[in-house]
T-cell receptor, first 113, second 117 residues
Framework: GNSVTQMEGPVTLSEEAFLTINCTYT??????LFWYVQYPGEGLQLLLK?????DKGSNKGFEATYRKETTSFHLEKGSVQVSDSAVYFC????????????FGTGTRLTIIP | ETGVTQSPTHLIKTRGQQVTLRCSSQ?????VSWYQQALGQGPQFIFQ???????GRGNFPPRFSGLQFPNYSSELNVNALELDDSALYLC????????????????FGPGTRLTVL
């Protein structure tokens, strides 16, 4: 079946540091890949997505590249801000089976001033 | 464009009771998916509705049931509540433009936090 493995958290960084959150996946077919962000007490917000190999999703300074050869979709940001503190979820939808999102366990990110 | 809304925001029930959670999909979307997010975990797929029919179900017992209405809003019903049902319940809507099997982006509501005592 489909699965997503995320970097263990929590992650604590200083403001303006470089961020990487690792994500690898297992899926049948050709999945679409997503990063969602969850701020305290809120639902999930779509951060970025990529639908085919070598696509790069980007939004709000965050980027992730769909790497089929390494089955990875690592999230990066060059200079984090305190407002980026949240829980980040990597997820996929496969084109085999029903239309469910399969999520990783989430990575809690805390940015300190 | 109206986003996904859910009601109520919070709910407290006792074991054995029944609960109904509601979701209004984003304007123009025809598909609603429900997820359960336990504390500190990623969301787990419960089921999905496409054009008022169930279009896939996760590993949840039959006491979890749902409906989708002609205006594409949806309900999640849980009977015989158990303590482990305490979680954040998330609704997501999408536009499935390719029929069953499309890979359309899902947009989430703020969730309903259910506490079972």
């Amino acid at each position: 079946g489909n699965s997503v493995t995320q970097m263990e958290g929590p992650v604590t960084l200083s403001e303006e540091a470089f961020l990487t959150i690792n994500c690898t996946y297992t899926a049948t077919g050709y999945p679409s890949l997503f990063w969602y962000v969850q701020y305290p007490g809120e639902g999930l917000q779509l951060l970025l997505k990529a639908t085919k190999a070598d696509d790069k999703g980007s939004n709000k300074g965050f980027e992730a590249t769909y790497r089929k050869e390494t089955t990875s979709f690592h999230l990066e940001k060059g200079s984090v801000q305190v407002s980026d503190s949240a829980v980040y979820f990597c997820a996929l939808i496969s084109n085999f089976g029903n239309e469910k999102l399969t999520f990783g366990t989430g990575t809690r990110l805390t940015i300190i001033p | 464009e109206t986003g996904v809304t859910q009601s109520p925001t919070h709910l407290i029930k006792t074991r054995g009771q029944q609960v109904t959670l509601r979701c209004s999909s984003q304007s123009g979307h025809n598909t609603v998916s429900w997820y359960q997010q336990a504390l500190g975990q990623g969301p787990q797929f419960i089921f999905q509705y496409y054009r008022e029919e169930e279009n896939g179900r996760g590993n949840f017992p039959p006491r979890f049931s749902g409906l989708q209405f002609p205006n594409y809003s949806s309900e999640l019903n849980v009977n015989a509540l158990e303590l482990d049902d305490s979680a954040l319940y998330l609704c997501a809507s999408s536009l499935n433009s390719q029929g069953a099997g499309g890979l359309d982006t899902q947009y989430f509501g703020p969730g309903t936090r259910l506490t079972v005592l």
